[in-house]
């Protein structure tokens, strides 16, 4: 008789690496530029973090809200189109890896080596971010005809369109 042993049900550990990496990412890039639009990145990858411990998914959506909160104010402020771009990509990676860390987790337990899964559903969203953000920028540089507020919204619409579509 085979003894079986009872899953942990935590978000994995290459996630959770993967998703505060990317969490930190978002915060050097907006230090660039706005100090005030980094701390608040900064505290939601603390909720991110908080959500990877709990196993939360509010605490996650929670951190989602934050990001946007610190992409709004990098907007508002004097960070570039460029900038709020990266910061959205790696925003948005993290949040999204950390919400596979959390699947994964639960469906097959931390101790199983979900490595190479984690890293293809990474680079994939990361390549669908990366075109995405491609065609926002694309589309912000031509439409905004040298008014920065028209590129900060076709900036928010095209994050959001972009959460959008990675949660389906």
Do not use: C, K
């Not at 929670?62 to 709004?72: D, E, M």
């Amino acid at each position: 008789m085979v003894a079986m042993s009872e899953i942990t049900r935590q978000p994995t550990r290459p996630g959770t690496a993967m998703a505060l990496s990317a969490a930190g990412l978002s915060v050097l890039v907006l230090a660039v530029t706005s100090p005030a639009a980094a701390l608040l990145s900064l505290l939601a990858g603390i909720v991110l973090a908080g959500g990877l411990t709990r196993g939360s998914r509010r605490i996650l959506d929670a951190a989602g809200g934050i990001y946007v909160l610190a992409l709004l104010l990098g907007g508002l402020g004097d960070a570039g189109s460029e900038v709020l771009l990266l910061a959205a990509i790696a925003s948005i990676l993290s949040w999204d890896i950390t919400e596979n860390a959390l699947s994964v987790g639960d469906h097959l337990g931390r101790e199983t080596d979900t490595t190479r899964l984690e890293v293809v559903h990474a680079a994939t969203t990361l390549v669908v971010l990366t075109v995405g953000a491609g065609m926002v920028f694309a589309i912000g540089t031509a439409a905004s005809g040298g008014q920065p507020i028209t590129a900060v919204v076709l900036l928010l619409v095209g994050v959001i369109a972009l959460v959008a579509g990675l949660r389906r």
